[in-house]
């Protein structure tokens, strides 16, 4: 006779490759990109369609093209279920039961400029996001991609403060690009796969600010002399130039970019569900130093940031980057702060 194999019944989240859970503490994501049109937002939208956790994926933006970007992706075979929301009055719509936004909506940096040159035009469209995050989904997890980040972060606290709905632990600042680079750029060095190679990057998203802890990258990094450190750092730092220079006016980074905000946007959905030692480095609220927010590696967790983990030892080379970053993240901070109480 004929017998039947029993096939067994797979948990989702096992077919997730999150095997150490079981279908209970399986939860469903809607994460919502807000600038889902552009440069970033696109590539960002296709990573993020392709990551299991993810049941709805909201697009929204002003431009008009967002309803085919959404219908665009709707045709893949992955589970998310795509909507696109164009114009202000679909806004609300799109950000009703996020669990987290990511926000790339903003214009990038032309050659010559910098990122604080871009706070006029962006601090704005920061602080009309933050306020309907705040009304429609005062819960979700906000992650700021938009420059300059280290101005942003406070504008969109700062909007939270004012609706009552603040919770320092889920606006973040993202720094991942940063990390992402560090991390190609010694493994290239080293001879590795940059996969394998682990380096915190602190302070916050823009030249000085941009703290890599060489000294407590893993594996060690392959520099023997100090000149050779202190370019490396400066390429970190200035890699965000380096590409603006190299798109000539095309704009900046938005394809490392988009898989950095994926990486980082997969890191909170993975502490929301549950997942423990989930660890990036983001720019958050701060007390570890002067600057009132401040990147280093936190732990990701079902609210949000779970613990500050602090950026340990620093050798005397980066205690003088610290000294130097300061006072520009003060600066980037106020500035930040006074446009939201204005
Ligand atoms: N945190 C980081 O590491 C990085 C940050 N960035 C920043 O990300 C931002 C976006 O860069 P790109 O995608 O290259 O620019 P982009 O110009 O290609 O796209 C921006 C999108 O935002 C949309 N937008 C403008 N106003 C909006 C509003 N009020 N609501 C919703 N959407 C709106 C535009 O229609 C456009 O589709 C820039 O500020 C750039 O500096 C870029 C690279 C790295
Ligand atoms: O450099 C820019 O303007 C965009 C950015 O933040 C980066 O690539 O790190």
Do not use: W
Not at 174 to 182: E, F, G, K, S, Y
Not at 300 to 323: I, R
Request: charged content about 20%; hydrophobic content about 40%; overall charge positive.
């Amino acid at each position: 006779m004929f017998s039947r194999a029993i096939k067994p019944v797979t948990s989702v989240a096992a077919q997730n490759g999150l095997k150490k859970f079981s279908t209970t503490s399986q939860k469903n994501f809607k994460v919502v990109v807000a600038g889902a049109a552009g440069g970033i937002g696109q590539p960002l939208a296709l990573l993020l369609k392709q990551n299991k956790l993810v049941t709805k994926l909201a697009l929204y933006d002003i431009a008009p093209v967002t309803p085919g970007v959404a219908v665009d992706l709707s045709h893949m075979d992955t589970p998310a279920k795509v909507t696109g929301h164009q114009g202000p009055d679909q806004l609300a719509d799109a950000i009703k039961g996020a669990d987290v936004v990511v926000i790339p909506a903003g214009v990038p940096r032309k050659p010559g400029m910098t990122r604080d040159d871009l706070f006029n035009t962006n601090a704005s469209i920061v602080r009309d996001l933050a306020a309907c995050v705040a009304k429609n989904s005062p819960k979700a997890i906000v992650a700021i991609i938009t420059n300059p980040v280290n101005s942003m972060v406070p504008i969109a606290s700062e909007v939270m403060k004012k609706a009552g709905v603040y919770d320092a632990n889920r606006i973040l600042g993202v720094t991942t690009l940063d990390v992402v680079r560090a991390a190609a750029f010694i493994g290239e060095i080293n001879g590795v796969d940059p996969q394998t190679v682990s380096i915190p990057v602190i302070g916050g998203h823009s030249g000085v600010t941009i703290i890599p802890l060489l000294s407590q990258s893993k594996p060690a990094v392959k520099l023997s002399d100090q000149a050779k450190i202190d370019a490396l750092t400066q390429r970190i730092q200035e890699a965000g130039t380096e590409v603006v220079k190299a798109k000539a006016g095309g704009g900046s980074a938005t394809l490392s970019m988009a898989y950095a905000g994926a990486r980082l946007t997969g890191s909170v959905l993975r502490g929301l569900n549950g997942e423990s030692n989930v660890v990036e480095c983001a720019y958050i609220k701060s007390d570890l130093t002067e600057a009132t927010y401040f990147a280093n590696p936190v732990v990701l967790g079902k609210n949000g940031v779970e613990k500050n983990l602090g950026f340990g030892q620093l050798n005397d080379y980066e205690k003088k980057l610290l000294k130097a970053a300061i006072p520009e993240l003060q600066k980037n901070i106020k500035t930040g702060e006074d446009f939201a109480k204005k």
